[in-house]
């Protein structure tokens, strides 16, 4: 309790932070089983990474979508019916035995899983401008520690007593239907209205193509102002999540490693990742232009993605695993504090928006790109691929203007 009175802010906002750190637990629990689990199915490699790519797909055209019906029926109705989709999509997936099914439930959960927008305009509408700076790093922080806590708890899932129906891959769903209960009761019976409904005020509820989170794309695409570092957060995304599912398959095929090793992996990534984020990049960015901080992370990362396949030895994937983690904290918040450098304060948030929206398209194309290099080009085809393509980011984010030099982070 001490510690809220603290950092002196509302209750609703600790409840909008708990949505975020657990949207995140209930994505990451996922991540580690999700290429055994769909295997499971009798799906071959290229239909396993579908399976990881309607999920982000589906929350990219619903995200806004849910943002929009929040503005005009209120933040807690929509809120609890997005997290009662978790419950119910993931209990899905736990139980079902038909393949079909379980894209089904994939699918249901990314249409009603975009809440973390919804949690952002919570802290809008209940802190003041002074607060604002602090409550959205903690709340971060929240959400970067649920990419630690997901993979750890996974890995515990696994190795818990199974329920009738439900195999131990099969436990991760369940135990992220159960957290996600947790943050449907706290939301239902804790959080208050933050934002009055629109429909209060005789407004008329319409929605268009625009809303389905291809509007952004299009205005505001590769060949306008800023479209450097829209490709640079689409490559971050691209490469990372080919790697994220690309990985799984070699641990299991070519390390001859279990299923509960994915979730280490995953842990340790986000352990190191978390850590450099919180102790190193604000130093560095002090001490260095952020632009060469950003093309030396790129390229840094590349060479980890090239070497993990050359040293197909369990120990040294582990150690690349940790120096993946600490390359890969740099580039994001790097390329967010260069476009708000360039951009005026009014242009900001839709700025950003759009970076986001690039960064979600890419979760979407990764895991499939890496399920057809499996599947046509063997297990170690994914590895070159996101290294030579972030090499080559690296070397083109040398080449970008931050116009006013370097800005320092607000974390």
């Given amino acids: 309790m001490n510690f809220l009175q603290n950092f002196n802010l509302p209750l609703r906002f600790w409840i909008a932070a708990s949505v975020a750190f ?4 209930t994505f990451t629990i996922i991540i580690p089983i999700i290429y055994p689990y769909a295997r499971t199915f009798g799906l071959n490699d290229f239909q396993a990474s579908l399976l990881v790519s309607v999920f982000p797909i589906s929350k990219f055209i619903a995200t806004p979508v849910l943002g929009k019906l929040s503005d005009y029926f209120g933040r807690k109705p929509v809120l609890v019916v997005s997290l009662l989709g978790t419950v119910i999509a993931n209990i899905i997936a736990a139980f079902t035995s038909w393949a079909w099914l379980l ?9 009603t899983g975009g809440n973390i927008s919804i949690a952002r305009a919570v802290i809008s509408d209940t802190t003041s401008k002074e607060e604002r700076a602090k409550a959205f790093g903690i709340f971060g922080a929240c959400f970067r520690l649920g990419v630690v806590a997901g993979p750890t708890l996974s890995y515990i899932a696994q190795n818990l ?6 195999s131990s891959l099969g436990m991760s769903f369940l135990v992220a239907s159960g957290i996600a209960s947790i943050a449907t009761s706290l939301v239902l019976f804790f959080l208050p209205e933050t934002a009055p409904p629109a429909k209060q005020e005789n407004n008329n509820f319409s929605l268009n193509w625009r809303d389905l989170g291809f509007g952004q794309l299009l205005k505001f695409n590769l060949t306008r102002q800023f479209g450097d570092l829209f490709l640079i957060t689409f490559l971050i995304g691209f490469t990372f999540t080919i790697f994220a599912f690309a990985f799984q398959p070699f641990l299991l095929n070519v390390l001859n490693q279990k299923e509960q090793t994915i979730a280490i992996l995953f842990a340790l990534i986000g352990l190191f990742g978390v850590i450099t984020e919180i102790f190193f990049l604000e130093p560095l960015n002090q001490k260095f232009k952020i632009i060469y901080i950003l093309g030396v992370a790129l390229l840094a990362r590349g060479i980890v993605f090239l070497l993990m396949p050359t040293f197909p030895e369990i120990v040294i994937f582990f150690i690349l695993a940790a120096f993946l983690g600490v390359t890969n904290a740099f580039p994001r918040p790097l390329v967010t504090s260069i476009l708000s450098t360039k951009t005026k304060e009014a242009e900001q948030g839709e700025i950003l928006g759009v970076n986001t929206s690039y960064f979600s398209i890419s979760q979407a194309l ?4 890496a399920g057809l290099l499996v599947d046509y080009f063997g297990y170690r085809s994914s590895f070159w691929v996101t290294g030579v393509i972030t090499i080559l980011a690296g070397f083109f984010a040398f080449t970008i203007n931050p116009e006013k030099g370097s800005k320092k982070l607000n974390n």
Avoid: E
């Avoid at 894209?103 to 249409?111: E, K, P, S």
């Avoid at 007593?161 to 439900?166: I, L, S, Y």
């Avoid at 990764?366 to 790109?369: E, I, L, R, V, Y």
């Fill in 366 to 369: 990764g895991p499939a790109t």
């Fill in 161 to 166: 007593p199974t329920v009738p129906g439900v």
């Fill in 103 to 111: 894209f089904v439930a994939r699918i249901f959960d990314g249409l």
């Fill in 22 to 25: 657990i949207n995140s637990v």
